[in-house]
């Protein structure tokens, strides 16, 4: 499985970004598709994830201003985040979960000045 994100770059604090993220390859069985960041010093998070069931779940500290949608049947997903802050500064990160194992995409900068 590839992944391919786009999106991210340089907002105001306050301002809005969107993220997507298209799988290709052996997408068969893709069991759930997620955004994690990862910002400098800090620990790996879960933005969102869908999984083929539809099921959406949130990072706590994104609830309420990211909205994950998508279909895994399309292989795509999209992150629309709003109301962002400094903190959320990271790298972002696709990964998809297909028969057990995880593929991660090349990340994608986002930044957000106070």
């Known amino acids: 499985v590839q992944l391919q994100a786009s999106g991210g770059g340089l907002v105001q604090s306050g301002g809005s970004l969107s993220l997507s993220c298209t799988a290709s390859g052996r997408t068969l069985e893709i069991a759930a598709m997620s955004w994690y960041r990862q910002a400098p010093g800090r620990s790996r998070e879960l933005v969102a994830s869908?999984?083929?069931?539809?099921?959406?779940t949130y990072g706590d500290s994104v609830k309420g201003r990211f909205t994950l949608s998508g279909d895994l049947a399309k292989d795509t997903i999209f992150l629309q985040m709003d109301s962002l802050k400094p903190e959320d500064t990271a790298v972002y990160y696709c990964?998809?979960?297909?028969?057990?194992?995880?593929?991660w995409g090349q990340g994608t900068l986002v930044t957000v000045s106070s």
């Open positions: 990964i998809a979960q297909r028969l057990l194992r995880d593929y």
């Open positions: 869908i999984n083929s069931g539809g099921r959406i």
